[in-house]
Protein backbone atom coordinates (compact mmCIF):
# COMPACT_ATOMS: atom_id res chain seq x y z
CA UNK A 1 0.00 0.00 0.00
CA UNK A 2 1.25 3.52 -0.93
CA UNK A 3 1.79 6.17 1.86
CA UNK A 4 0.89 9.39 1.95
CA UNK A 5 4.42 10.63 1.46
CA UNK A 6 4.80 8.50 -1.88
CA UNK A 7 1.56 9.56 -3.42
CA UNK A 8 2.57 13.53 -2.49
CA UNK A 9 6.25 13.42 -3.54
CA UNK A 10 5.75 14.07 -7.10
CA UNK A 11 3.09 16.66 -6.87
CA UNK A 12 5.57 18.54 -4.38
CA UNK A 13 8.15 17.56 -7.21
CA UNK A 14 5.96 19.13 -9.88
CA UNK A 15 5.22 22.04 -7.97
CA UNK A 16 8.21 23.30 -7.00
CA UNK A 17 9.80 23.25 -10.66
CA UNK A 18 6.58 25.13 -11.91
CA UNK A 19 7.34 27.69 -8.91
CA UNK A 20 11.16 27.87 -9.77
CA UNK A 21 10.48 28.19 -14.05
CA UNK A 22 7.89 30.87 -12.75
CA UNK A 23 10.64 33.09 -10.02
CA UNK A 24 13.34 32.92 -12.97
CA UNK A 25 11.37 34.00 -15.26
CA UNK A 26 10.30 37.01 -13.42
CA UNK A 27 13.38 37.45 -12.77
CA UNK A 28 14.72 37.58 -16.25
CA UNK A 29 11.64 39.81 -17.36
CA UNK A 30 12.27 42.06 -13.91
CA UNK A 31 16.37 42.54 -15.72
CA UNK A 32 14.82 42.86 -19.21
CA UNK A 33 12.71 46.12 -18.29
CA UNK A 34 15.57 47.84 -16.30
CA UNK A 35 17.71 47.49 -19.27
CA UNK A 36 15.22 48.82 -21.73
CA UNK A 37 12.28 51.45 -20.01
CA UNK A 38 9.54 52.77 -22.41
CA UNK A 39 9.21 56.25 -20.42
CA UNK A 40 12.54 57.20 -21.83
CA UNK A 41 12.06 60.95 -23.25
CA UNK A 42 13.26 61.04 -27.04
CA UNK A 43 15.85 63.40 -27.86
CA UNK A 44 14.86 66.00 -29.57
CA UNK A 45 17.00 68.13 -32.35
CA UNK A 46 17.49 71.05 -30.26
CA UNK A 47 19.40 68.93 -27.95
CA UNK A 48 21.26 67.39 -30.53
CA UNK A 49 22.62 70.87 -31.74
CA UNK A 50 23.44 71.50 -28.71
CA UNK A 51 25.53 68.48 -27.45
CA UNK A 52 27.35 68.59 -31.33
CA UNK A 53 28.06 72.72 -30.70
CA UNK A 54 29.83 71.59 -27.21
CA UNK A 55 31.66 68.88 -28.71
CA UNK A 56 32.98 70.90 -31.48
CA UNK A 57 34.12 73.49 -28.91
CA UNK A 58 36.16 70.21 -26.97
CA UNK A 59 33.55 70.64 -23.79
CA UNK A 60 32.58 67.01 -24.31
CA UNK A 61 31.72 67.01 -20.12
CA UNK A 62 29.45 69.43 -20.75
CA UNK A 63 27.94 67.99 -23.61
CA UNK A 64 27.40 64.71 -21.42
CA UNK A 65 26.27 66.28 -18.77
CA UNK A 66 23.51 68.33 -20.80
CA UNK A 67 22.23 65.21 -22.25
CA UNK A 68 22.10 63.72 -18.97
CA UNK A 69 19.90 66.17 -17.63
CA UNK A 70 17.64 66.53 -20.16
CA UNK A 71 17.28 62.83 -20.88
CA UNK A 72 17.47 60.68 -17.56
CA UNK A 73 20.59 58.30 -19.64
CA UNK A 74 22.99 56.93 -17.19
CA UNK A 75 26.65 58.57 -17.57
CA UNK A 76 27.68 55.57 -19.80
CA UNK A 77 25.01 56.10 -22.08
CA UNK A 78 25.13 59.71 -22.47
CA UNK A 79 28.88 60.10 -23.35
CA UNK A 80 28.16 57.21 -25.97
CA UNK A 81 25.48 59.28 -27.68
CA UNK A 82 27.90 62.40 -27.21
CA UNK A 83 30.65 60.48 -28.76
CA UNK A 84 28.51 59.24 -31.58
CA UNK A 85 27.79 62.95 -32.47
Known sequence: ML?????????????T??????????IILATRLTHRP????GVSIDLVDQARE?????RIQEAVFLVRGETGM????????????
Open 74 to 85: SQRAAARFVNRL
Open 17 to 26: AVVTAAAIWL
Open 54 to 58: LKALG
Open 38 to 41: RNRP
Open 3 to 15: TALQIATPSIVAL
